[in-house]
């Protein structure tokens, strides 16, 4: 029964990001829609292979309760590195002069939020990152990807076990995930983040989950800066 429970949120799993995916390329929409509102600006950062829309019902929400929204259109499907992508928010970051923003991120783009936080010029902008089933411990599947873009998420990788070491950050972290994720075995728990498992099954498709935005308000009402020295 579990397995047969775990195939059929797979299955589900892949039909959500395959509406997602065909939605997102007929229906582009306009990154410039939605950087209206009074609230600290939040920062899209989608997974691999997944465009800025991917993240719509989650932007759609944020926007709605009074955040501006901006979409890094320079990452496209994001397929760089993690060090070069998050130099192009970096860059995104300086050219627009923002500051207490929200990093919003998605599996690999919580690996791009995490790097961000520890540069130099741009760690000082950023007040939280809240990330979605992102493999911050890697996952074993990725050692036997035929695609480096893909092998990059091996527990082994060199960027990855920088970021894990790395723990300074992670207070300014929470990591949001469901109880099963076909793609991260290991589960994307982060020592010194604050860590939220919901009840839903799925990489993708706890994007769409209600849950997930009551989880994410919550993240943000709770959040408390670091004491100033």
């Known amino acids: ?51 800025w ?23 496209g499907y994001n397929r760089g590195s993690v ?6 928010v970096a860059r995104y970051l300086r050219e627009r002069n923002l500051t207490d923003v929200i990093l919003l991120a998605h599996s690999k783009g919580g690996l791009i939020g995490k790097y961000v936080m520890t540069l130099p010029d741009s760690a000082p902008r950023v007040r939280q990152l809240i ?29 990855l076990n920088a970021l894990r070491a790395n723990l300074a950050v992670n207070s300014r972290i929470t990591s949001i995930y469901g109880t099963f994720d076909p793609h991260i075995p290991g589960g994307s728990e982060l020592v010194g983040a604050t860590n939220v498992q919901l009840d839903v099954m799925g990489h993708f498709r706890i994007l769409g989950d209600d849950g997930l935005l009551d989880a994410i308000d919550a993240a943000i009402a709770g959040h408390v800066p670091d004491p100033v020295d």
Do not use: C
Request: net charge positive; charged share 10%.
């Open 131 to 159: 990330a979605v089933n992102s493999p911050f411990s890697g996952s074993v599947y990725a050692m036997f990807a035929l695609l480096p873009s893909l092998r990059a998420f091996s527990p082994r990788n060199r960027t």
């Open 53 to 75: 829309q991917f993240l719509h019902p989650v932007a759609s929400h944020l926007h709605g309760a009074g955040h501006p929204v901006h979409a890094v259109t320079a990452l």
């Open 83 to 88: 060090p070069a992508m998050a130099e192009l």
């Open 1 to 51: 029964m579990r397995l047969l429970r775990r195939g059929w949120a797979w299955a589900l799993d892949y039909a959500y990001v395959g509406f997602w995916q065909v939605r997102g390329f007929l229906l582009r929409g306009y990154a410039t829609r939605q950087l209206s509102g009074n609230k600290a600006p939040v920062i899209l950062l989608p997974g691999i292979y997944e465009p």
